[in-house]
Nanobody, 116 residues
Framework: QVQVAESGGGLVQPGGSLRLSCVASVILFRLYDVGWYRQAPGKQRELVAHITRGGNTNYADSVKGRFTISRDNAKNTVYLQMNSLQPEDTAVYYC??????????WGQGTQVTVSS
């Protein structure tokens, strides 16, 4: 059963950058699709970026051109590089790994706060 854990969050000034990591503890991680989601206080959880097992990516309009999702299957890790961060990017960021007909898992989340 897959388990994932996020890390890399923190406090950053507007315009700054962070790189989040999602590490999965599962064999055949390369067969999983992975999404980064975020949830701000009082708001619904939303998809930020997604990468398929084949490496195809897609992004929410609000982060296109600023965020980049990538994966390193040898390290069982998916990254979210976040540049030009703005206060509206403040949220808890979650990783979700999915494999059809097998299941999925959410991590505990990592807090990202963008503030001066």
């Amino acid at each position: 059963q897959v388990q994932v854990a996020e890390s890399g969050g923190g406090l950053v000034q507007p315009g700054g950058s962070l790189r989040l990591s999602c590490v999965a503890s599962v064999i055949l991680f390369r067969l999983y699709d992975v999404g980064w989601y975020r949830q701000a206080p009082g708001k619904q959880r939303e998809l930020v970026a997604h990468i398929t097992r084949g490496g195809n990516t897609n992004y929410a309009d609000s982060v296109k051109g600023r965020f980049t999702i990538s994966r390193d299957n040898a390290k069982n890790t998916v990254y979210l590089q976040m540049n030009s961060l703005q206060p509206e990017d403040t949220a808890v960021y979650y990783c979700n790994a999915v494999r059809s007909a097998v299941g999925n898992a959410w991590g505990q989340g990592t807090q990202v706060t963008v503030s001066s």
